[in-house]
């Protein structure tokens, strides 16, 4: 991807995702833009942009994951940054789109969070944004500037594609509730499998109770999809729910490995095989159990600066990112 129509662009990385970053840049063929990101003595932070961007397309990768509120600052600031040295477009590309889960109104009196953030980011001086599996697709109507919507199901469903673990198997793909039965639907279709659903209920946040399964996971191999793994409360119940419905084993996916509280202690211990997540969130060393295998989202982000960049649809991207799949269908 080193030839460009338009030169006049450059990606930025900040804090949270640097190794994505630099990955996102060597797919493009290009250099990470110079830039300074310090705190004072108080906490507060601070951005120096190291180079001339004025009349530049400018990219700027930032996950806003934890410390959540840190790197959404982070974002602001050096969005700003670039709105004050006369950049021309200032692309915001967020593999992971934190405070998503707070979509809507739930309660009396509960704040609308991921709308306050989508406002913070336009009125910083945004003029697009590129995001990757929102865990709500409304999300993409809170900005009134352009959202490419980014989907990490066909990078999923390739590894499983390209390493072969369907063939001989007897495969279901298991959605862990009722709001992500479209997500398994479209890794069952690359998958040629039929879904089953968790049917449960949510006492309290971060506090999953399972109670049925719909769909026949008696002697097969499980596929758990879901776009986000927190605490990991629904992934270890659910694959505990499969187990004892007669599942011959049970691999969890997902896009956003957020891994926070209990959830390694908890994924250890439970009876999964493996856990195929992306590197839309940095993972600590800590945190790299060996049941965890990442495959990169670097190529698809690329891609999608690539057309955004030259101006082409970014709607075809999937058929052309992914037709070795076709191919194997």
């Not at 949510?202 to 596929?223: L, T, Y």
């Amino acid at each position: 991807m080193s030839e460009h129509e338009d030169k006049n662009f450059k990606l930025f990385s900040l804090n949270s995702n640097k190794p994505l970053a630099q990955k996102v840049a060597d797919c493009l063929g290009i250099e990470l833009g110079k830039i300074n990101v310090n705190h004072f003595s108080d906490g507060e932070i601070h951005i120096n942009i190291e180079e001339s961007i004025r009349g530049d397309n400018i990219y700027i990768l930032q996950s806003t994951s934890a410390p959540v509120n840190e790197n959404l600052m982070e974002l602001m600031i050096m969005i700003d940054a670039c709105r004050r040295a006369s950049a021309d477009q200032i692309n915001v590309v967020i593999p992971y789109f934190g405070y998503a889960r707070q979509d809507r109104k739930a309660k009396p009196r509960e704040p609308i969070t991921s709308k306050l953030v989508a406002n913070m980011i336009e009125d910083a001086g945004a003029t697009r944004v590129l995001a990757l599996d929102l865990h709500a697709s409304q999300i993409q109507g809170f900005f009134d500037i352009p959202v490419d919507h980014l989907m990490g199901a066909p990078l999923l469903a390739n590894y499983f594609l390209d390493k072969d673990l369907y063939q001989g198997k007897d495969i279901v793909v298991v959605s862990p509730d009722h709001g992500g039965v479209t997500r398994a639907r479209k890794l069952a279709e690359f998958l040629d499998a039929p879904i089953a659903i968790i049917d449960k209920r949510r006492p309290r946040a971060n506090v999953a109770e399972v109670m049925n399964i719909v769909g026949e996971v008696k002697g097969k191999d499980c596929i758990i999809i879901d776009d986000m793994i927190d605490t990991a409360g629904t992934i270890t119940a659910a694959s505990n729910a499969l187990e004892e419905a007669g599942a011959v084993s049970v691999t969890v996916c997902c896009t956003h490995p957020v891994l926070s509280g209990p959830a390694i202690e908890r994924l250890e211990n439970a009876n999964i095989d493996e856990i195929v997540v992306t590197d839309s969130i940095n993972l600590p060393e800590e945190k790299k159990i060996d049941k965890i295998t990442t495959v990169s989202v670097s190529e698809l982000i690329a891609e999608a600066i690539y057309r955004i960049q030259n101006n082409k649809s970014v709607s075809p991207l999937f058929r052309e990112q992914f037709k070795g799949m076709e191919a194997k269908d």
